[in-house]
């Protein structure tokens, strides 16, 4: 079992920038593959980026250049750096962990972009 808590989300002018945080409690962080994801109101949640146990890297090609996701595997924390941040970045974003057939949610984060 794997619980996750995001945090680092707020209100921030278009063009800043913020960096979310998700915490993973339970053994074996590292051998989790995982995954920001994002979700609009009435809409289902997108895929933003995803950081394999191995240390691949994957984006959206809406936030590739802008976003970054990285891990630290003694902290059992996964991060997402955001600049360069616009109007349509505003989402709760989720952190989402993955294991073969094994999958946990976060409960969200809100992100607003707006001046």
């Known amino acids: 079992q794997v619980q996750l808590v995001e945090s680092g989300g707020g209100l921030v002018q278009p063009g800043g920038s913020l960096r979310l945080s998700c915490a993973a409690s339970?053994?074996?962080?590292?051998?989790?593959?995982m995954q920001w994801y994002r979700q609009y109101p009435g809409k289902r949640r997108e895929l933003v980026a995803t950081i394999t146990s191995t240390l691949t890297t994957n984006y959206a090609d809406s936030v590739k250049g802008r976003f970054t996701i990285s891990r630290d595997n003694a902290k059992n924390t996964v991060y997402l750096q955001m600049n360069s941040l616009k109007p349509e970045d505003t989402a709760v974003y989720y952190c989402?962990?993955?294991?073969?057939?094994?999958?946990?949610w976060g409960q969200g984060t809100q992100v607003t972009v707006s001046s």
């Open positions: 989402f962990a993955y294991l073969e057939m094994r999958g946990y």
């Open positions: 339970g053994s074996s962080f590292s051998i989790y593959n």
